[in-house]
C-alpha cells in the first residue's frame, strides 16, 4: 500500500514569514498527480495546490509554492508571506490507481503567530 | 466554481438506526465521488470510491453491508449508515473528482455523526 509521510507533526511561524511543510511518499506509479489540501477549524477540506507528476515545472499558486522532487519522491510545501488565515492542518495526498483515489499523510499543524 | 455540498451536517441518532448521508456536485458533474471517515486529531481515511451507475469499491476493512454506498446520478451520492452503533461515531466526508481537472478532488464540509 502506498505510504505518505509528513514528518512534522506541528510548526510555527511569524506573520510574513516563510515556512516550508515536507511530504515524502512511495509510489510505484509513473503518472500521477500531488495535492496538498488545507483544513481549518470548520473542517472544510481546502485544496491549496496540485502538481503533476510528468511535468518537472514546480507548482505555484500566489504564496503557495511546492518543491517537487520526483525520484525522491519528495513534495514539500513552501507558504511565503505568512498570514493568520493560513493556520491549518496541511495534508499532502499523492494519488493512485486508475480512480486516482488519494492516500492522506498525517497531517501537520500549522500556527501563524501575530 | 467545484461546489460539493452535503446534507445534513450534523446528525444525532439512536443506536440500531439507520443514517443517510448526502453528497451533490452542485456545479458539475462527477462520474466518481470518494466517502472518507476522520477520527478527531486525525487524517481522512479512504472508506470507498463510488462510480455512478455501477457499485462501489470499499477499502479493505470497510464493511459494505453496513456503509451502503449508492451513486444514482452524475451529481449525487449517498452514504447509509445501517443500524448505527456508537463506534460509528466520527465525522464523514465525501469529495467529488473533477475528471477535466486532472483528478482533483473537492470536497464536502463533511458530516458529524453521533450515536447514542
Known sequence: AQTVTQSQPEMSVQEAETVTLSC????????????????????????????????????????????????????????????????????CAPSQGGSEKLVFGKGTKLTVNP | GAVVSQHPSRVICKSGTSVKIECRSLDFQATTMFWYRQFPKQSLMLMATSNEGSKATYEQGVEKDKFLINHASLTLSTLTVTSAHPEDSSFYICSARVV??????????????LVL
Do not use: H
Open chain 1, 24 to 91: 515524502t511518499y512511495d509510489t510505484s506509479e509513473s503518472d500521477y498527480y500531488l495535492f496538498w489540501y488545507k483544513q481549518p477549524p470548520s473542517r472544510q477540506m481546502i485544496l491549496v495546490i496540485r502538481q503533476e507528476a510528468y511535468k518537472q515545472q514546480n507548482a505555484t499558486e500566489n504564496r503557495f509554492s511546492v518543491n517537487f522532487q520526483k525520484a525522491a519522491k519528495s513534495f514539500s510545501l513552501k507558504i511565503s508571506d505568512s498570514q493568520l488565515g493560513d493556520a491549518a492542518m496541511y495534508f
Open chain 2, 100 to 113: 477535466a481537472v486532472g483528478g482533483t478532488q473537492y470536497f464536502g464540509p463533511g458530516t458529524r455523526l
